[in-house]
């Protein structure tokens, strides 16, 4: 462990050092990225990073309890900060390794996908490496804008225990909900948020899951067993609501399918019918 003051005292060297933007960099070469830019300073500091060189290690390894949707004036000097995105997302690349089945997977589906160390609290400074925008190296930001995901870092000696924000949440935004459908048939649970690609399971009408996420029709749901998949959220009775099922297939059932086409072609020879009776009676 190191402490607060020696953690800020690496941020701070490296970053007069000037390092340019170099993914794999940790800023004892001139270079850093901006999860290097946490190792770099924890190893000045005296510290060791055993773990991988990554931001989404860091969001769950090296974070002592991630606190989500945090407001600014919640943020505590020398904690990590992070920018991330959730599974529908545009730009979600959640290595493998932490998706469902990977050797790092927690449960935590988000691409926590740069980080950053709160610098300042009073006025805010939050210091990070990242390249674009005409920066190239260490810069500092002064508004939280899409900082959004952060926690004391789990390597660091803090002067005193860290509460949880009022309004903060330490646990994944996750609601109840129940599988139902109308006709009783199993619901598909997908690799995907589409019917593009085969299903991984059929989950029984009945069956209790966890929502993580969901958006354009789609629930991203976790099972009892830890299983991972998307599903149809008409399909899914949320905890405290009224819901009326549907068909529980993505794609009409072969009995719903042949009694609708049925009902469509009796009302089209009904109408055939009466202009038919119009025209010979007129």
Partial sequence: ???????????????SEAPTYREGGDGSDGT?????????????????????????????FAVDGLFRQVDAADLELGWLVFKALGPMDAGYDLPDKYRAGGAGYTGDVMDYYHVGIVTGVEPLAITHCTKG?????????????????????????????????EGG?????????TVISQDGNPV??????????????????????????????????RLSSGQVGYMMTKFLAFEGTEDVPESGQDEPSGETFEAEMLERLEGIQRTLDAVLDAVTNG
């Fill in 188 to 221: 598909k649970l997908r690799s995907t948020p589409s019917t593009d690609k085969p299903y991984l399971a059929k989950v029984p009408v009945g069956t209790a899951v966890e929502v993580m996420q969901d958006a354009q029709g789609w629930s991203q749901v």
């Fill in 32 to 60: 850093c990225d901006c999860i290097g830019l946490v190792i770099g300073a924890i190893r000045h500091a005296g510290g060791k990073w055993a773990g991988t060189h990554g931001s989404n290690y860091a969001a769950r």
């Fill in 169 to 177: 949440d330490t646990s994944m935004e996750i609601r109840r909900a």
């Fill in 1 to 15: 462990m190191i402490s607060l003051e020696a953690f800020l005292r690496g941020v701070a060297e490296i970053q």
């Fill in 133 to 165: 925008g005409g920066v190239d190296g260490v810069t500092v930001d002064t508004r939280q804008g899409d900082w959004r995901y952060a926690g004391p870092c789990a390597l660091v000696t803090y002067a005193a225990d860290t509460d949880s924000p």
